[in-house]
């Protein structure tokens, strides 16, 4: 059970959009509606940002989006504010009530 | 208010033992199940393992098996992640979460708690 792989770093300027990819294979993101996004900023817990593949949870900003597609999914962040900066991770079930995580991206807003 | 609160920070020494806890709040703990999560410095999120502390049913990462062991006590509501000879390598930052009743997510966290093995 490998991590998913997402790519380290995604930078953008306020406003913009910006897309972060998860890459999975065929045994946990490919075969399940299951792919979580979760947001970090230094000292604090994970935040809840995205479930099964592309649903907010109450009090999430519109601004983030979800999406899957075979083996990868996506998360987008839409009109990247200052506050967006953080690392962020997904995560997929991967059967017999085990998951993974992604090896996490840096966002940075310019 | 759901609620996970764990245990604080450990320093221990390479080969001794530790157990730190996660109790939960504000749902009924024996019929959601709990993750462990390591994240060690500088590094990012590893799934370790879950439990269900209704019956105690617990998986293991097959990547990171074999050394921790996860435990519950679904009477007083805690959750345990636990070593028997403690390595350097397990200096991390644990946290708990809750799997989301509606399935394949982690929904509420608790805020981690750090531990650090050194000689």
């Known amino acids: 059970q490998s991590a998913l792989t997402q790519p380290a770093s995604v930078s953008g300027s306020p406003g913009q959009s910006i897309t972060i990819s998860c890459t999975g294979t065929s045994s946990d993101v490919g075969s399940y509606n299951l792919v979580s996004w979760y947001q970090l900023h230094p000292g604090k817990a994970p935040k809840f940002m995205i479930y099964e593949d592309n649903k907010r949870p109450s009090g999430v900003s519109t601004r983030f989006s979800g999406s899957r597609s075979g083996n990868t999914a996506s998360l987008t962040i839409s009109g990247l504010q200052a506050e967006d900066e953080a690392d962020y991770y997904c995560c997929s079930y991967a059967g017999s009530t085990t998951y993974v995580f992604g090896t996490g991206t840096t966002v940075t807003v310019l | 208010e759901v609620q996970l609160v764990q245990s604080g920070a450990e320093v221990k020494k390479p080969g001794e033992s530790l157990k730190i806890s996660c109790m939960g709040s504000?749902?009924?703990?024996?019929?959601?199940?709990i993750a462990w999560v390591r994240q060690m410095p500088g590094k990012g999120l590893e799934w370790m393992g879950i439990i269900y502390p209704g019956d105690s049913d617990a998986r293991y990462s097959p990547s990171i098996q074999g050394h921790f062991t996860i435990s519950a006590d679904k009477s007083i509501s805690a959750t345990y992640l636990q070593w028997s000879s403690l390595e350097a390598s397990d200096t991390a930052l644990y946290y708990c979460?809750?799997?989301?009743?509606?399935?394949?997510?982690?929904?509420?966290w608790g805020q981690g708690t750090l531990v650090t093995v050194s000689s």
């Open positions: 504000g749902y009924n703990f024996a019929a959601s199940w």
């Open positions: 979460a809750r799997l989301s009743p509606y399935g394949g997510s982690f929904d509420y």
